[in-house]
């Protein structure tokens, strides 16, 4: 969680903002299937939680955003690379 990137204001590991979270989970087809309280209670920074999928080939190109920044950037409408959701994603 980045509290000063877009969408991700307020966000903290005990309360993961939408964007861009729900963007990985669509673009690499993954679910989260466990969400561990007690170190994201305990944690200032670093969300702790478990992905699956039913593609084991999923959760390795989930794994290719390891050490990368992932991130929301507002767009304009008549941005070419917006969805039509009002921003786009950047990975570093």
Request: charge should be negative; include cysteine; glycine fraction near 8%.
């Amino acid at each position: 969680m980045e509290p000063g990137c877009y969408g991700e204001e307020g966000g903290c590991p005990q309360d993961i903002t939408q964007i861009p979270f729900e963007n990985i989970l669509d673009d690499y087809s993954v679910y989260v299937t466990d969400f561990y309280d007690e170190l994201n209670q305990a944690s200032p920074l670093t969300c702790y939680q478990e992905f699956g999928s039913s593609d084991i080939q999923d959760i390795r190109n989930l794994r290719t955003l390891i050490g990368k920044r992932f991130y929301a950037v507002p767009c304009s409408e008549d941005d070419e690379e917006s969805d039509g959701s009002g921003y786009k994603i950047i990975i570093e």
